[in-house]
């Protein structure tokens, strides 16, 4: 199974900031990514996919890069709404499809 | 406006059979370019998927619970299933079906979820 790592697990940022979490994957996974917004006691709900496309609907302050094993996305003004948690998925090889551990992120 | 519900037991004995429906609205489930997906959360955890299914009844499933796994789908019913026999503790999840995009002849990205639903098991 493809293993999806993502860092960090947590951390505090302030509204107006620009944030980066990092997905890394075990072994290379062409651009066969996708992110995902999780707020408490919700769904995920789908932000990003083949790495760099943003669904529709989704805040263009949302972004997302990288091809083989390293990804990341990119928030680039944080608004009070996007203090979630963030989950990659890999789908370039299943089963099993495999999601990262996820990323926390909290008010400063 | 495509939503999915899941509907089943909350509550669920050790060693029985967690069994849960997925009801698809505003779509059809028989359409080509999807699968139609389970995936589960532990309290305080991160996200784990089960399992997915075509409309034609193919699937795929997680080889660390395959063997106790089963999904079936009903087209009349616009309905998928999911059924985990010999359920224990670590089974307790919030369970979430989800729509699985086929993009390129090639499952994707899940979107949308349902609500999802918590099954505790415990006697």
């Known amino acids: 199974a493809i293993r999806m790592t993502q860092s960090p697990s947590s951390f505090s940022a302030s509204t107006g900031d620009r944030v980066t979490i990092t997905c890394r994957a075990s072994q290379g996974i062409s651009s066969y990514l996708a992110w995902y917004q999780q707020k408490p006691g919700k769904a995920p709900k789908l932000l990003i996919y083949a790495a760099s496309t943003l669904q529709s609907g989704v805040p263009s302050r949302f972004s997302g890069s990288g091809s083989g094993t390293d990804f990341t996305l990119t928030i680039s003004c944080l608004q009070s709404e996007d203090f979630a948690t963030y989950y990659c998925q890999q789908y370039y090889s299943y089963p099993p499809i495999t999601f990262g551990q996820g990323t926390r992120l909290e008010i400063k | ?123």
């Not at chain 2, 080509?32 to 089960?50: A, D, F, N, T």
């Not at chain 2, 997680?62 to 059924?83: C, G």
């Not at chain 2, 899940?110 to 098991?121: K, R, S």
Request: hydrophobic share 30%; aromatic share 14%; net charge positive.
């Open chain 2, 1 to 123: 406006q495509l939503q999915l519900q899941e509907s089943g037991p909350g509550l669920v004995k050790p060693s029985e059979t967690l069994s849960l429906t997925c009801t698809v609205s505003g779509g059809s489930i028989s359409s080509s370019s999807y699968y139609w997906g389970w995936i589960r959360q532990p309290p305080g955890k991160g996200l784990e998927w089960i399992g997915s299914i075509y409309y034609s009844g193919s699937t795929y499933y997680n080889p660390s619970l395959k063997s106790r796994v089963t999904i079936s789908v009903d087209t009349s019913k616009n309905q998928f299933s999911l059924k985990l026999s010999s359920v224990t503790a670590a089974d307790t999840a919030v369970y979430y079906c989800a729509r699985w995009v086929v993009a390129a002849s090639h499952p994707n990205w899940f979107d949308p979820w349902g609500q999802g639903t918590l099954v505790t098991v415990s006697s």
